[in-house]
């Protein structure tokens, strides 16, 4: 958002909002792009092979330790879950959809 305000000679101290900065540049918003980032993601795990490291850390919780006070961390499911959400979908559908790659495509654009 700096370089943009940059480049169109907007100061820090005009009080212009980033949604109207994206939409006088007719650029989506930087939180669409990362869900989008985060789905396609998403369905490259789901894909894999059950023994591949990165989807056994997915599906793996530990078996103990201790957690701090306060609210706890959002996980990377929670994330996919949310993700999912904005997009319409339902919560569960991150789990069966990736294996039809083409659908989860169309699905993450």
């Given at each position: ?7 169109m000679r907007i100061a820090w101290t005009d009080k212009v909002t980033n ?91």
């Amino acid at each position: 958002m700096r370089h943009l305000r940059s480049i169109m000679r907007i100061a820090w101290t005009d009080k212009v909002t980033n949604k109207e900065i994206l939409e006088r540049t007719e650029l989506p918003s930087m939180e669409n792009l990362l869900i989008r980032k985060n789905l396609r993601w998403t369905g490259h795990l789901m894909r894999m092979s059950p023994d591949r490291l990165p989807k056994q850390i997915l599906h793996s919780q530990l078996a103990s330790g201790h957690r701090k006070r306060g609210r706890s961390r959002l996980q990377f499911k929670d994330t996919i879950k949310r993700n999912l959400k904005v997009r319409d979908m339902k919560a569960d559908s991150w789990i069966s959809v990736p294996q039809q790659r083409d659908k989860w495509r169309a699905t993450a654009k």
